[in-house]
T-cell receptor, first 110, second 112 residues
Framework: NAGVTQTPKFQVLKTGQSMTLQCAQD?????MYWYRQDPGMGLRLIYY???????DKGEVPNGYNVSRLNKREFSLRLESAAPSQTSVYFC?????????FGSGTRLTVV | DQQVKQNSPSLSVQEGRISILNCDYT??????FLWYKKYPAEGPTFLIS?????DKNEDGRFTVFLNKSAKHLSLHIVPSQPGDSAVYFC???????????FGDGTTLTVKP
């Protein structure tokens, strides 16, 4: 029972570099989400996908793009990383309410 | 404007006593509320939830109370155990089911 798998777990980028965070779930959930968590703060929604083929912006979408590749996979792309994007990124999936989260990707942009 | 607020950043209780974590919300369109627990270096895990049509939901040592008129919910843990030490997040969803808004979290420390 893998649940939600995120890769990589850690990443250091230089300002201006690009990268894609990968997320896959094996629970046949329709909905998937990307959140970021900054120190001392809650989770803020970046993008979500209510079902395969659909994506919508969340609270803090600027600087990010997403792809719902299929029902299992939902990736988050940073086209030109900035120090303000230093954060811990969590992917989650759900049927309706109650998320299953991945273990997170700790991203540092220098 | 933060729609879900957890005004206590931290809470410390003795093992065996009750822990009460509080959460306030401002958006009257929220109709489903959830609590998550998070250990360091792990993702949050779903703990308990409550629909707006109820005022109480219980699961073992965990009980969530909802006061819609006050836009307030609380999580009670009885009895508290050292393994309960974690960050607890309150979250709220509207009719668009899954999309949730989170509070900033409360760090609970249960002392042996």
């Amino acid at each position: 029972n893998a649940g939600v798998t995120q890769t990589p777990k850690f990443q250091v980028l230089k300002t201006g570099q690009s990268m894609t965070l990968q997320c896959a779930q094996d629970m046949n959930h329709n909905s998937m989400y990307w959140y970021r968590q900054d120190p001392g703060m809650g989770l803020r929604l970046i993008y979500y996908s209510a079902s395969e083929g659909t994506t919508d912006k969340g609270e803090v979408p600027n600087g990010y793009n997403v792809s719902r590749l299929n029902k299992r996979e939902f990736s988050l792309r940073l086209e030109s990383a900035a120090p303000s994007q230093t954060s811990v990124y969590f992917c989650a999936s759900s049927v309706v309410w109650g998320y299953t989260f991945g273990s997170g990707t700790r991203l540092t942009v220098v | 404007d933060q729609q879900v607020k957890q005004n206590s950043p931290s809470l410390s209780v003795q093992e065996g006593r009750i822990s009460i974590l509080n959460c306030d919300y401002t958006n009257s369109m929220f109709d489903y509320f959830l609590w998550y627990k998070k250990y360091p270096a792990e993702g949050p895990t779903f703990l308990i939830s409550i629909s707006s049509i109820k005022d109480k939901n219980e699961d073992g040592r965990f009980t969530v109370f909802l006061n819609k008129s006050a836009k307030h919910l609380s999580l009670h843990i009885v009895p508290s155990q050292p393994g309960d030490s974690a960050v607890y997040f309150c979250a709220a969803s509207g009719t668009n089911a899954g999309k949730s808004t989170f509070g900033d979290g409360t760090t609970l420390t249960v002392k042996p």
